[in-house]
């Protein structure tokens, strides 16, 4: 139960709230045990030879009203309570979202998405049953049974002692239930975090699952990942099924005992027949809330188990985060340079970048270029500082990343990474994405302009709808140069003083290729860029080449220099000619349609 001390910072902004549904809990069930004052003298009356209709009806309507008060003070209670328990959830799903947003790559890399949407979703709701329903409950029990247990006491204490022994039974009982409860909910919740990451790779693949034609292997994986699921349920629906009759079992004993001693204590004249209804009723009215002690130590159990789980995503410190004297320059001129950087990935046992340093003076356009696998998207990620450094640091105008405030930052460095991501909203939406223009038609005027540039502008407004189309998920209905020449746009439509195009025309044909360059060397005017491509020809006009081969620096020049030292650009320059020429030579001897 210590994980749930994570809980009581959201509960105390509450505590007023609380405090009058707690109160609402007490007077309610003070004024049920009343109603059932009235049940007594009403059936006590009916022994009397001058009983008469009008004084047992009087008894009986003081006590509905009684016990329409207690319901009244009932409603309230979940009202308020179990409202205080909706916002505790929001507050929380609010905090854990905000966390996320703040959460480095390397959280992402190490922590699979369908587990993190377990934890936003079941996990939070498991929480929100403990910060209402669950101690409303044992408040309610509790407060219940003193009331009952000293009312039924000053009627008979023989009685009462034999009646509750049964439930002496009840506390081992829960522990005991309550300890397999709590470990097969956490086996379940670990196998529902796989199924559902297993089902959201699988509905964002699902192009490439049918493509390759894995429609059956994967439905019989998951399927097997569902029996699992479903196996661990029918053990924790097995042990629930055990423990709530049981204690069934207890509280029916308990009812067998007292009518049988309670009987026998109204023949011999002890208690009237009214004391015996009203203490058969206390103890059959306790039934529900023993009951309920098993359910909400359920709820306990589930809600420390699932807060643990939150709290772990809470209070994970990213490991890029803005130094106590972080700065925010005014003005951004876009020098950067990489002083013996090396870096290696979180759990990886081996650096991916080795040593490695240059200069890029503001306002110039540089190019990377190297084999797959050489660390070129590396760079772009600790320029942008998705990673810190494992050795050396990364400066931009001088002032080391580390120091710099991670808004200001990403402000200055619009990045178009190799992986494009689009949004499930508009064309214009996404391509709007951080720009903080208040003049609709001004924004409108800076997406067309850099849609412009990506020749994304034609393809836009032959849609129905031009901007405002809807685009699904992560943009599946666009094609991929599509996709890449809209992530192109929204970097450029951001006017940041340094560009950064990761593989960013690696999917559009090779006309389209030179068209986009041609506007974007209009837009390189005046700012930084640094262009990363596999493509000789996206690179060749660069003032300075970047070469990288094994996560080293190898060559730098411009492309004329390059070519001359006859190194691995040069051999880069000629695979690619061959290729081209291949591919050339295969349209010619096949025909247009041959490739």
Do not use: C
């Not at 509960?11 to 059932?36: E, F, H, K, P």
């Not at 049953?129 to 009952?148: K, Q, R, S």
């Not at 990364?394 to 190799?418: E, F, H, K, S, Y």
């Not at 030179?514 to 660069?542: C, D, K, N, P, Q």
């Amino acid at each position: 139960m210590r994980e749930l001390k994570a809980l009581l910072p959201y509960l105390r902004r509450y505590r007023v709230l609380i405090a009058v549904g707690l109160l609402t809990v007490v007077v309610s069930n003070a004024v049920n045990v009343a109603s059932l004052e009235y049940v007594k003298a009403g059936v006590d009356a009916l022994e009397r030879p001058d009983a008469t209709r009008s004084v047992v009806g009087r008894y009986a309507l003081l006590s509905a009203l009684l016990a329409l008060a207690a319901g009244v003070g009932r409603f309230w209670m979940r009202q308020i309570l179990n409202g205080v328990s909706r916002r505790v959830e929001l507050d929380l799903r609010d905090d854990f979202f905000a966390r996320l947003l703040r959460l480095d790559a390397g959280f992402y890399a190490a922590n699979p998405t369908g587990e993190i949407m377990s934890r936003a979703t079941n996990d939070i709701a498991a929480v929100r049953m403990v910060a209402g329903p669950a101690y409303m409950y044992l408040v309610n029990t509790v407060v219940f049974g003193v009331f009952a247990i000293v009312r039924m006491t000053m009627i008979d204490p023989w009685m009462t002692m034999i009646s509750l022994i049964p439930l002496l039974l009840l506390p081992p009982v829960t522990i005991g239930f309550g300890t397999l409860i709590h470990d097969r909910f956490e086996k379940i919740q670990e196998q529902l975090g796989i199924l559902s990451t297993m089902a959201q790779e699988n509905l964002a693949g699902q192009r490439i699952v049918k493509a390759y034609g894995q429609e059956a292997a994967q439905t019989d994986r998951f399927r097997a990942l569902s029996r699992e699921s479903m196996r661990r349920n029918v053990e924790l629906a097995r042990t629930q099924g055990l423990f709530y009759p049981s204690l069934g079992l207890l509280a029916g004993l308990g009812m067998a005992v007292a009518l049988g001693v309670g009987g026998r204590a109204m023949l011999a004249g002890r208690i009237s027949v009214g004391d015996l209804v009203i203490f058969l009723i206390y103890l059959g009215m306790l039934t529900w809330p023993m009951i309920a002690l098993g359910w909400v130590v359920n709820l306990f159990q589930r809600g420390a188990a699932s807060m643990g789980r939150v709290s772990r995503v809470l209070q994970t410190e990213p490991r890029v985060h803005d130094a106590p004297d972080a700065v925010a320059p005014a003005t951004v001129r876009g020098e950067i340079e990489f002083r013996g950087v090396s870096f290696r990935y979180p759990g990886a046992d081996r650096d991916v970048l080795r040593g490695v340093s240059f200069h890029v003076p503001a306002g110039a356009t540089v190019a990377i270029v190297g084999p797959t696998g050489s660390g070129k998207s590396t760079v772009v990620s600790l320029l942008a500082r998705l990673y810190d450094p494992t050795a050396g640091e990364v400066l931009l105008d001088g002032i080391p990343l580390t120091r710099w405030r991670l808004d200001a930052l990403r402000d200055a460095v619009a990045l178009v990474p190799q992986d494009t991501f689009l949004f499930s909203d508009t064309i214009a939406e996404n391509l709007a994405l951080g720009l903080d223009e208040a003049d609709d038609a001004r924004r409108l005027e800076r997406i067309r302009a850099a849609a412009a540039v990506a020749r994304l502008d034609t393809t836009v407004e032959g849609f129905p709808a031009g901007y405002d189309t809807l685009l699904g998920e992560r943009g599946i209905n666009l094609s991929g140069g599509q996709k890449q020449r809209a992530a192109l746009a929204r970097a450029v439509a951001a006017d940041a003083p340094v560009l950064v195009l990761d593989d960013a025309l690696s999917a559009v044909d090779t006309h389209t290729e030179h068209g986009i360059l041609e506007g974007l060397r209009r837009v390189f005017e005046g700012r930084t860029s640094l262009v990363v491509s596999h493509r000789v020809t996206a690179v060749m006009h660069a003032e300075l080449i970047l070469v990288m081969e094994d996560g080293r620096l190898v060559e730098r020049g411009t492309h004329a220099e390059l070519l001359r030292a006859g190194g691995v650009y040069a051999a880069l320059q000629r695979r690619q000619l061959l290729a081209e020429q291949v591919e050339g030579d295969a349209v010619l001897a096949g025909g247009p349609g041959a490739v």
